[in-house]
């Protein structure tokens, strides 16, 4: 399977945070056997890696550069990523809300950005890729075949969170959750490098009041549309 530029085809699945696009991504890859690519698991190894490190998140050059030498990589365990920074597995400390806000900081930096770009490049392999970020089908795969730009209300995201955090037994403010996530829009739709907007050709799903299995079903369409086997 390919594009028509002969690459292996790629998924991009874009969209705020709690969207569901990490869920969509994920059951997406295992039903097409793609490989999965969740960008924001790199910018939060990276905003991990400052705060283990004591850097000040608003010294752009020192997160540059220790983005340039991120030590990270990914692997699969029944059929969930995992994340390892310098051979810790930080897949559950990546989640953390502290993690969440650094990240989207850590990624607002235009080096810190060009640093893993090419990074993000590499897991196009065969048979595909399904990425899932904020700035997929926009900036990093921009010829994608197919691009989805997954959305829900700020008040269907928070509740999406503190009932995922209730689960963990991790309590919380729901008021709190829906201030941050409404922080943390703005501030990801506003920064000046590769700010989160859908791409012109993207398909614009809204996951608000819908299930999992509907959305999946709509962007296996829209594969199936659009990419040749």
Same mark, same amino acid.
């Given at each position: 399977?390919?594009?028509?530029?002969?690459?292996?085809?790629?998924?991009?699945?874009?969209?705020?945070?709690?969207?569901?696009?990490?869920?969509?991504?994920?059951?997406?890859?295992?039903?097409?056997?793609?490989?999965? /690519? =969740?960008?924001?698991?790199?910018?939060? +190894?990276?905003? #991990?890696?400052?705060?283990?490190? *004591?850097? $000040?998140?608003?010294? !752009?050059?020192?997160?540059?550069?220790?983005?340039?030498? /991120? =030590?990270?990589?990914?692997?699969?365990? +029944?059929?969930? #990523?995992?994340?390892?920074?310098? *051979?810790? $597995?930080?897949?559950? !400390?990546?989640?953390?809300?502290?993690?969440?806000?650094?990240?989207?900081?850590?990624?607002?930096?235009?080096?810190?950005?060009?640093?893993?770009?090419?990074?993000?490049? $590499?897991?196009?392999?065969?048979?595909?890729?399904?990425?899932?970020?904020?700035?997929?089908?926009?900036?990093?795969?921009?010829?994608?075949?197919?691009?989805?730009?997954?959305?829900?209300?700020?008040?269907?995201?928070?509740?999406?969170?503190?009932?995922?955090?209730?689960?963990?037994?991790?309590?919380?403010?729901?008021?709190?959750?829906?201030?941050?996530?409404?922080?943390?829009?703005?501030?990801?739709?506003?920064?000046?490098?590769?700010?989160?907007?859908?791409?012109?050709?993207?398909?614009?799903?809204?996951?608000?009041?819908?299930?999992?299995?509907?959305?999946?079903?709509?962007?296996?369409?829209?594969?199936?549309?659009?990419?040749?086997?």
């Amino acid at each position: 399977m390919s594009d028509t530029n002969g690459l292996p085809p790629v998924v991009t699945i874009d969209g705020p945070s709690g969207s569901g696009k990490g869920t969509i991504a994920k059951l997406l890859a295992d039903r097409l056997s793609f490989s999965l /690519l =969740d960008s924001g698991a790199l910018y939060r +190894a990276a905003a #991990l890696a400052a705060l283990n490190k *004591e850097v $000040d998140l608003s010294n !752009d050059k020192l997160l540059t550069e220790l983005a340039k030498d /991120l =030590d990270v990589r990914f692997t699969v365990s +029944a059929g969930q #990523l995992q994340v390892w920074l310098e *051979e810790s $597995d930080v897949t559950a !400390d990546i989640r953390m809300e502290r993690v969440s806000m650094a990240a989207s900081k850590v990624a607002a930096i235009p080096g810190v950005r060009a640093a893993l770009l090419q990074r993000q490049r $590499d897991f196009r392999q065969p048979p595909g890729l399904v990425a899932d970020g904020r700035d997929m089908g926009t900036t990093v795969f921009p010829d994608a075949p197919v691009k989805v730009y997954l959305t829900a209300s700020a008040e269907e995201r928070a509740n999406r969170r503190f009932a995922q955090l209730q689960e963990k037994g991790v309590s919380v403010s729901l008021r709190d959750l829906l201030e941050d996530i409404r922080a943390r829009d703005a501030q990801d739709m506003n920064r000046k490098a590769s700010p989160l907007a859908p791409a012109e050709d993207a398909v614009e799903l809204d996951s608000t009041g819908v299930s999992i299995d509907e959305v999946l079903r709509k962007v296996l369409d829209l594969v199936q549309e659009r990419i040749s086997p």
